[in-house]
């Protein structure tokens, strides 16, 4: 099996910074597509942004130029920098990934969840 962990979600203004990051431990043969999801409260989880193995990117319209996704294949690892946060932004931020583990073949893994909530 396979976890997802995620890192630093926090309180912070309007306007401000945040970077969070999501961690994959486990048996795992390969990595494919990872990803930053979000939910706020009563609405649907959305996808943020997205990265292949490859490096090839995409992002919701809403956060387009203010977000940025990256992540090192070394240490199965992916960021989210997030800059000029809004109050919408306000979520929990879940990390996934299509993975494959020794044991379980390909499937898709969610972390936990990381709280940011955006607020003066």
């Known amino acids: 099996q396979a976890q997802l962990v995620e890192s630093g979600g926090r309180l912070v203004q309007p306007g401000g910074s945040l970077r969070l990051s999501c961690a994959a431990s486990?048996?795992?043969?390969?990595?494919?597509?990872m990803g930053w999801y979000r939910q706020a409260p009563g609405k649907q989880r959305e996808l943020v942004a997205g990265?292949?193995?490859?490096?090839?990117?995409n992002y919701a319209d809403s956060v387009k130029g203010r977000f940025t996704i990256s992540r090192d294949n070394a240490k199965n690892t992916i960021n989210l920098q997030m800059n000029a946060l809004k109050p919408e932004d306000t979520a929990v931020y879940y990390c996934?990934?299509?993975?494959?583990?020794?044991?379980?073949?390909?499937?898709?893994?969610w972390g936990q969840g990381t709280q940011v909530t955006v607020s003066s």
């Open positions: 996934n990934a299509h993975l494959r583990t020794l044991f379980g073949g390909w499937g898709a893994y």
């Open positions: 486990g048996v795992i043969l390969g990595i494919d597509d």
């Open positions: 990265i292949g193995s490859g490096g090839n990117t």
